[in-house]
């Protein structure tokens, strides 16, 4: 038999029932696209012609939460998943030991020391295993120690101008 369906700009084509199936499998022709052959009286949708050629098409496209209700995937890592490595952490731990060597003293130890907090903070709320925590908490500790040094080497320097000037004040007053 044949039949006649119509595209979706008006225009009519003439199928052969075989040709039909395989326009309904490959999504030509749907539901809503009007069919006629000669046994019917006018043009009627596809879906309302033959209900089972329909009946082995995929079920339509879920939406975004759809999917989300659906698919519950879980929180879990995969073996031997890691966390991406943290700048700050890597920073810290940097800004720290260039605080210890003498190239910035407290001005590169402090940021180091505020890099590595936050740092410590992050990875503490890391799901996945990482070296994000020890890096932060090594920044820290030079931190601190680039700190230390650089304001004892501060006040070190504070207490020998003093004293040197008290000496030479009272060197000053003498006899010659």
């Not at 009286?41 to 329909?54: L, S």
Request: hydrophobic letters at 45%; charged letters at 10%; one cysteine or more.
């Amino acid at each position: 038999m044949e039949w006649y369906y119509a595209d979706a700009f008006g225009n009519q084509h003439a199928v052969s029932s075989a040709d039909l199936s395989g326009l309904v499998a490959t999504g030509t022709v749907t539901r809503e696209t009007l069919v006629w052959n000669e046994t019917m009286d006018r043009w009627k949708p596809a879906g309302e012609v033959c209900a089972d050629w329909f009946s082995n098409q995929a079920p339509p496209s879920l939406t975004g939460s759809q999917r989300r209700q659906a698919v519950h995937v879980p929180n879990t890592p995969f073996a031997g998943q890691r966390a991406p490595l943290d700048a700050l952490a890597v920073v810290s731990l940097v800004l720290g030991c260039l605080g210890i060597f003498g190239c910035g003293g407290p001005i590169l130890s402090l940021p180091g020391v505020v890099c590595g907090h936050i740092a410590r903070h992050r990875a503490k709320g890391e799901s996945l295993p990482s070296s994000n925590g020890g890096l932060a908490l090594a920044g820290l500790i030079v931190g601190y120690i680039g700190l230390v040094i650089s304001l004892a080497a501060i006040a070190f320097y504070v207490v020998a101008i003093v004293a040197g000037m008290m000496s030479g004040m009272e060197g000053g007053s003498g006899t010659p």
